[in-house]
């Protein structure tokens, strides 16, 4: 959901007798009427692709390997489609209630709380203001799980550039005194030199995660205090750009080599599928700029070609990076696939800070939306004089929120699987079918296709959302090592053996 920044204009002002309206996700201008100011076609299509690609992408080998080589390349096709068509349905059920009401355009919250005001059932109706808090309250928790997402990234990722870097100066210094001292028997520099962690006996830094997580907060705090996304124009381009690199450098290194195919197992177990639904899900979680996007655009009817094609080659590039990933690093893939390129090449650590720059930036972008929908109401009780100050002290407030998540957290893997199951599935899986039954239901009989079809889907959502919820927090709660985890300490072990022959 990167694309936040173009589509958002100007920040909600709204009067009181507007207040319902003042705090969705992004308030949605009316649609432009051949005036050459909306989204071109081809726009709106980049800002598809730049909605549905970020830390999700990254995951996705580890997504395969949970699923298994067959199931898991298959399953994120099955998944897109079901995805797009609740893309479909949410556009649709909001076109259907703009005619209907003679309004101009709707966001997520207003498409539910309309249709349920407007439905033939009168328990739908009563609590349509209850249904349009629902949708905020997950739009909110979903943008603050990316965020905190992106702090267990920043943190990974620069940790291990950081003590990629000591390997690196180690290796060089102490290879010279070791091959002097090749008749003699293996001493204390070569042993350091064999170490694959990096740890130096003097002056190495082996910091915990958690640090380095405490470490960027004073950067984030800055990058929020931008209030006026406007003026994060040019930091944007620059991240989309190096985001955009650092993918085309990790096909480039993943192609490289598939040597260890055959001894990829063709199925993995049933515990695991959970984990894949979070991680998928996670990643397909742009239905929250479809609406923005559709009302923005110059000609609204193009809009579902735009989705399709967007879509299509979103899920291509992640059935691709996905199966390609799995094959290359195999059961040793981590919860990004960044954190698996060695350190040995100076490409491998400019991927890392490009992609983690990336990421620095969008978190504004992501934060942005939660702030609009809770700080102006709190904000509005306030005297006016200390409006300004105490929106400061809020917005560091929240962002030492998703910082505690992340330090309760610190699994990339884990985040990405949590925030997927709890509230992607019920945005992009569970909401946009019932929104269809309960738009349509003042007609006197809804197809028995489509009431099928519909409950099938949420149906789907909901049992992900259960069991990955379960099996996440589980893991959160009583870590399990797992035949995975040996894999992974064994091949650490044969690289510190490689290692110590080379130094030999």
Not at 244 to 252: D, E, M, N, P
Request: net charge negative.
């Amino acid at each position: 959901m990167d694309v936040m920044a173009p589509l958002i204009e100007n920040p909600v002002q709204g009067s009181e007798e507007n207040s319902d309206e003042d705090h969705e996700l992004l308030s949605p201008p009316q649609h432009e009427q051949d005036n050459g100011r909306g989204l071109t076609f081809s726009q709106a299509l980049i800002h598809l692709l730049k909605g549905n690609l970020g830390t999700g992408l990254l995951g996705l080998p580890l997504a395969v390997h949970n699923a298994g080589i067959i199931a898991g390349p298959i399953c994120l096709v099955l998944m897109g489609v079901v995805c797009v068509h609740c893309m479909h349905i949410l556009v649709h059920c909001s076109h259907h209630l703009c005619e209907r009401l003679k309004r101009p355009s709707m966001s997520y919250s207003d498409t539910v709380a309309f249709a349920m005001e407007h439905s033939a059932y009168q328990c739908f109706k009563k609590t349509a203001g209850f249904g349009r808090h629902v949708v905020n309250f997950f739009l909110v928790l979903t943008q603050l799980g990316f965020c905190s997402t992106y702090i267990v990234f920043l943190a990974e990722n620069i940790k291990q550039v950081v003590e990629g870097y000591q390997e690196n100066s180690t290796l060089a210094s102490t290879l010279p005194l070791a091959l002097t001292n090749v008749t003699a028997t293996m001493g204390p520099s070569a042993q350091s030199a064999a170490d694959p962690t990096g740890a130096t006996p003097m002056g190495g830094w082996d910091l915990d995660l958690r640090l380095y997580m405490l470490f960027s907060l004073p950067f984030l705090i800055a990058l929020v205090f931008l209030k006026e996304l406007r003026n994060m124009a040019v930091l944007c381009f620059l991240a989309n750009v190096c985001m955009a690199v650092s993918v085309v450098i990790i096909f480039l290194y993943i192609l490289s080599d598939f040597g260890g195919v055959r001894r990829i197992p063709l199925t993995a177990p049933v515990g695991g599928f959970p984990f894949f639904f979070g991680t998928a899900i996670f990643a397909f979680e742009g239905i929250g700029v479809v609406l923005p996007l559709e009302n923005q655009m110059r000609d609204p009817k193009r809009f579902p070609m735009a989705l399709n094609i967007g879509m299509g080659i979103v899920t291509v590039l992640y059935v691709t990076l996905g199966t390609l990933g799995y094959l290359h690093f195999g059961d040793s893939i981590k919860g990004s696939i960044t954190l698996n390129l060695p350190h040995d090449a100076w490409t491998n650590q400019l991927v890392k800070i490009l992609y983690s720059f990336g990421v620095f930036v969008s978190f504004a972008i992501q934060f942005f939306v939660p702030a609009e929908i809770l700080l102006p109401p709190l904000c509005a009780r306030l005297p006016e004089s200390w409006r300004g100050a105490c929106e400061m002290l809020l917005r560091g407030l929240l962002v030492c929120v998703t910082l505690s998540w992340a330090v309760l957290i610190p699994r990339l893997d884990l985040v990405i699987s949590l925030v997927g199951a709890v509230s992607s599935s019920a945005l992009a899986l569970i909401f946009p079918p019932l929104i269809e039954l309960i738009t349509y239901s003042d007609r006197r009989q809804v197809a028995p296709a489509m009431l099928a079809k519909n409950l099938l889907i949420a149906l789907v959502g909901f049992v992900g959302f259960l069991t990955g919820t379960y099996v996440t927090v589980a893991e959160i709660v009583s870590p399990s090592g797992g035949v995975g985890a040996e894999r992974q300490a064994l091949a650490v072990v044969t690289q510190a053996f490689n290692v110590t022959d080379g130094v030999r």
